[in-house]
């Protein structure tokens, strides 16, 4: 069984306070973005995991697709399967891969042995892995609150425009982003409201608050973000914690002639629409 495990953009992220925990409360929409990697699952003799494509740092063992495996192998008692993951979007891009990874996984694992599980028992699988990786479940766009992992359906539709996604070939660590953030508690306006206005005023609205912080060490995401706006788009940001960097443009935009200009020693690019297609 072939699966496409997509990613997601953040449109805002607000981050609201810190938790006695540590964790942080934020606001944050995220929407699905066609950008994919290709997950094959087959029953096997033996469990493996494999991947291809784009490096993923880290002991393949704890591959958060292995997790999800053995969190369902061990409720149902699977039996051993062959994992494939061709990887084509970036690690520690702040769009949401290997989340995406784990829910597509409880997915194909849930259809390819008659698991009977619902969307909700589904999402509850998924969360145990992380913040966001529930959301991947229903691939349609949410208002995020609480630690990322409290959705609220949104009303918004961007199929008649296009983007482009500029992953600048440095990873940063979500961990890290975090310590580097200045709370001040102020009060601002949610990015659930935000997205109600039209797309044309986002600019002076809708911010990211990782941004200025992940700036200071990596000057090129402003850099991008400021010729996506010369070159037409819309509405342009760095996508959750970074350090990938996106432009929303009107359909005849052409983005194919834009590749050029934001191009800095072999950036990775994604040029698609915004249709909701998974």
Known sequence: ???????????????????????????????????????????????????????????????????????????????????????????????????????????????????????????????????????????????????????????????????MVIYPKKAINTAWAFTQLKLTNKEQTSPKNIIQQPIQQWKDLLHNDFEKEVVKVMPEIKTLKNTLYENGALYASMSGSGSSVYGIFEADVDLEALKPKVDGNGYLHYIGDLKIQI
């Open 1 to 163: 069984m072939v699966s496409f495990s997509n990613c997601k953009i953040n449109l805002g992220l607000w981050v609201k306070n810190k938790r006695p925990n540590g964790y942080h409360n934020l606001e944050t929409v995220f929407y699905p973005v066609n950008w994919c990697d290709a997950l094959e699952i087959v029953q096997a003799d033996t469990f493996s995991f494999k991947s291809y494509g784009l490096h993923i740092p880290g002991d393949p063992t704890q591959n958060i697709v292995v997790k999800a495996y053995k969190m369902l192998q061990q409720q149902f008692q699977l039996p051993p399967v062959q994992i494939v993951l061709q990887k084509a979007i970036p690690v520690g891009a702040g769009l949401g891969g290997g989340s995406s990874n784990a829910a597509y996984t409880i997915k194909a694992l849930n259809k390819l042995f008659d698991l009977q599980l619902d969307t909700i028992a589904m999402k509850k699988v998924a969360t145990q892995l992380g913040a966001d990786c529930a959301f991947f479940i229903d691939n349609q766009p949410v208002f995020a609150s609480g630690i990322g992992d409290v959705f609220e359906p949104v009303e918004l539709d961007l199929s008649n425009y296009q983007i």
